[in-house]
């Protein structure tokens, strides 16, 4: 009986902590500094309640109190579902995105980690006979413990986070827990018997109220790489419909007019028509990041001779996409289910264009698509002639501007043509913005007579001042950037109140 608590106790911790990145997510997003302050927060508690719990069991080694710590973690497993929107919510906006995600991180999940961490040097105690054959004792209920930790893993990675939601899976994995507390010591039946009732019908009623917004309209989902969130919206000054998918905390990653699905909402979107100047005569185009599909579906509408490929790691966006964005099959258009730099690496017949607007959470691409290996990888998918159209977010001058004008030094070294433009204001040095990176080997000869086009080109930028190092594999700041540019927007939001 103990050893099935031990391995449902590393089970239950592992689930936890991969759940946990979804929890922050919509709040912090899931960059390099969420997981290191969640991981390094989890291993902390684990290490005080190893020190507490093997202090309990000298002094008092009875199965009794064993199984009211597992019963206690199992209720701050629940706490972890029941308090985390407010808490987030109470956090964010309070400081730079280091101490915020460490905050959150010690609130949510160090009681239950604590609890759990004091669980194994209890087990052993209590298991100990004789001091000959106290290290294998020991090392068979660590075995144990960490079996059960990479079975929850490979649970909630590839069966609990796809198919069940971020609360349900805390609600199903204090349930557990509440059994794994019974093993350990069968009494107080009455207690364990109540808190597993309430814990499946907080399952249950986590499930109508998802039925329930999405009946109305809000989606909240979880997919094998994000959580997502789908809701409908109005666009400020023409109260026009939309549905909006956002995956982090800042912005909208997708928008849709829903009395016209075609029609491009978001500004950035608009920009990618920059490829009927750059290569009015293309042919084949390469959409990295998919998101609502938004261009793509445009893209298939006014570009009747126009193939399009697009690369989407997740499949529950696309998925997403299918259900809530009016994405259909077409003869034209093709989805790949991989990593947009794995697709690189396979990529036979080369692009007219190819459009990146992929992003980790928060506000960058992820590292490994902006090095200068990278680059070359794109630069080998293009045509001679060909244009690469880039999505990112920053300021054009300032602590924002750090990230972009370190990717336009990267994209230089491999094109000869590298120019920018600002989707909102190029006059604003200061404002933080979309900006679409422009990338070929020749620029155009012709000049463009669209009135639209025409204002997308008066927004473009000059090049930076100053000497800039380009990403590479080996060295590519991208999360260092975003917390200095956490820590500035928080700043600059400080002074403007």
């Known amino acids: 009986m103990l050893h099935s608590c031990i391995f449902l106790c590393g089970a239950a911790l592992m689930i936890i902590e991969l759940t946990g990145s979804r929890i922050l997510a919509p709040f912090l997003g899931t960059s390099l500094v969420v997981w290191t302050s969640l991981i390094g927060i989890i291993l902390a508690s684990l290490s005080l309640g190893a020190w507490w719990g093997g202090l309990l069991a000298d002094r008092h080694p009875h199965t009794r109190l064993l199984g009211r710590i597992v019963l206690l973690s199992a209720w701050a497993t629940a706490a972890i579902g029941l308090s985390k929107t407010w808490v987030l919510d109470f956090l964010q906006g309070a400081g730079g995105l ?35 054959h106290g290290g294998r004792t020991s090392g068979s209920l660590y075995a144990i413990s960490t079996i059960g930790s990479i079975v929850g893993t490979f649970l909630a990675g590839f069966v609990l986070i796809a198919w069940v939601g971020s609360t349900a899976i805390l609600f199903i994995t204090a349930a557990f827990l509440t059994l794994a507390s019974w093993l350990a010591d069968p009494a107080a039946k009455a207690l364990k018997g109540a808190s597993l009732l309430l814990f499946v019908l907080a399952v249950f009623f986590c499930r109508q109220q998802d039925h329930w917004l999405a009946q109305q309209g809000f989606l909240d989902q979880d997919t094998p790489y994000n959580r997502v969130l789908v809701y409908t919206g109005k666009e400020s000054g023409s109260d026009r419909l939309t549905r909006e998918m956002v995956t982090g905390p800042q912005g909208r990653q997708s928008a849709m007019y829903l009395d016209d699905p ?21 042919r084949r185009m390469l959409v990295l990041g998919g998101g609502g599909y938004s261009f793509p579906k445009y893209a298939l509408a006014h570009y009747p001779e126009m193939q399009i490929d697009v690369v989407e790691l997740d499949p529950g966006i696309t998925q997403l996409a299918r259900s809530h964005f009016g994405l259909a099959d077409h003869p034209r258009l093709t989805i790949f289910e991989e990593d947009a730099r794995t697709f690189l690496r ?75 433009y600002a989707v909102v204001d190029a006059g604003d040095r200061q404002l933080w913005q979309n900006i679409i990176i422009a990338a070929g080997n020749t620029a155009p000869a012709h000049t463009a007579s669209d009135p639209e086009l025409l204002q997308m080109l008066s927004h473009a930028l000059p090049d930076p ?6 990403f590479t594999d080996d060295y590519a700041p991208v999360d260092r950037f975003l917390g200095e540019l956490s820590t500035h927007r928080e700043t600059a939001e400080k002074k403007d109140s």
Request: charged residues 20%; neutral net charge; glycine residues 2%.
């Open 98 to 132: 280091h101490t915020i995600a460490i905050i959150a991180t010690v609130a949510l999940f160090a009681p239950a980690a604590i609890l759990l961490g004091m669980v194994p040097p209890f087990a052993v105690r209590l298991c100990l006979e004789d001091r000959d």
């Open 262 to 282: 075609v029609e491009l909402v978001l500004p950035y979107t608009r920009f990618y028509r920059l490829v009927e100047y750059f290569r009015p005569q293309a």
């Open 346 to 420: 396979k990529i036979k017949q080369p692009y007219d264009v190819i459009l990146c607007d992929v992003f980790n959470s928060h506000y960058t691409i992820p590292f490994h698509l902006v090095t200068v290996e990278a680059i070359h990888l794109l630069r080998s998918a293009l045509k001679p002639d060909g244009v690469i159209l880039v999505n990112l977010l920053a300021s054009t001058e300032g602590v924002s501007s750090r990230f972009y004008k370190a990717l336009r030094a990267t994209f230089q070294t491999d094109f000869a043509s590298v120019q920018a």
């Open 465 to 470: 001042f100053g000497e800039f190092a380009p």
